[in-house]
């Protein structure tokens, strides 16, 4: 006779799970049309039928711990065909967003990024600091109120200045990402499947080629033409870091080593960092605004749309318009416009980086963990097509 298993709900993770966006949860009668349609859904470990019935139920930590939410991308072609509308796509993505603050460390910082009235204070905290290096690098602000002359953002807030600022504290949050993602290792780890993958290695080197082609986006039916704007938006962030890197390289580090080889800032056009700098910032504007559009105009083929995913969307499409925008105004030369924009973009930078490991952008990192898991534990086979 079987061994019985008890279920002990847990209401609240239920409650926050239809607050994510996973508010259709109930409506699920367990058909299971949603695995026989998903493209992504492997053959001996279909989802998302059995992890729709999990949170239904209420059973968080065998669903946090659980790589097959992070198969799934969200194509919505589950959602669309659902008879009864319970948009399994739209419950994964609640599923994934509590993730973020399951595993996140300090805890409290996943909460406030899922928090509405925590926003301001967020945004407050890189606006005073920002403003307290000005202050501190040229107490004499008159040249900012300025609406003609050359425009010298170096001057505004010294580059050096700046990157020890940006090197200091990614240091410290890629290190308390690291505490997090550690955690959510470990709770792939207490998921326990059966069957056998590739090692470590090559399941991390399949995973990064998959990533980079997008290549499983092309199997999404009704959700197929965002492939583009995550392409662009991808690769257009990725460009905007090697920008940096390489910036802060030739024009900050070797003058300081005394090299002949450094460059004197600004680094103009057509220098290919400032042209990989351009068109990473038209990638990130371009694939931002088609993300953005299409999310808006239609909700039922991409699926509901939670504070996490407007956020980060809308955080990510602003920094690569207003670093367009820093290099444009600085060409034109209106001082007041100029310096008002490079503040503002400095200030999304690093919301966007210093809040990374507690936002949506960190679903880059989970989701490239759970893949390499699933790829070793045999997860991921692809169903054999009749």
Known sequence: MPEATILKPDVDFIRRVKDAGGDTLKKCYQCATCSVVCNLSPEKNPFPRKQMVMAQWGM????????????????????????????????????????????????????????????????????????????????????????????????????????????????????????????????????????????????LIATVFEIAGHTKFTKCEANRPRYLGHMLLFYGTIGAAITAGLALFFTVILHKLGSSFYLTSPIDFPNPIKILGIASGIAMFIGGWML????????????????????????????????LLSWILRLIGVPIIAYINYYVHLVLVFFLLWYAPYSKFAHMFYRTLALVYAKGAGLDVPRKKI
């Open 292 to 323: 953005i559009s299409r999310r808006r105009s239609g909700k039922d083929e991409v699926g509901g749309s939670g504070y996490d995913d407007w956020l980060f969307l809308n955080v990510i499409f602003l920094v690569g318009l207003t670093g």
């Open 60 to 203: 968080k930590d065998q669903l946090l711990g659980d790589p097959s939410i992070w198969l799934c991308h969200q194509c919505n072609d589950c959602s669309i065909q659902c008879p009864r509308q319970a948009k399994p796509g739209d419950v994964f993505a609640s599923l994934r967003a509590i993730a973020f603050q399951h595993f996140a460390f300090p805890s409290f910082m996943g909460k406030a990024l899922a928090s509405r009235s925590a926003l301001p204070l967020l945004f407050l905290v890189p606006m005073l600091v920002l403003l307290g290096l000005m202050i501190a690098a040229n107490p004499n602000l008159s040249y900012i109120f300025q609406f003609s002359g050359e425009v010298d953002y170096a001057r505004f807030i010294p580059h050096g200045l700046l990157e020890m600022l940006f090197i200091g504290g990614n240091v410290l949050i890629f290190a308390f990402a690291a505490v997090g993602l550690l955690r959510f290792w470990n709770g792939l780890k207490n998921h326990n499947p059966k069957g056998e993958g590739s090692g470590f290695v090559p399941s």
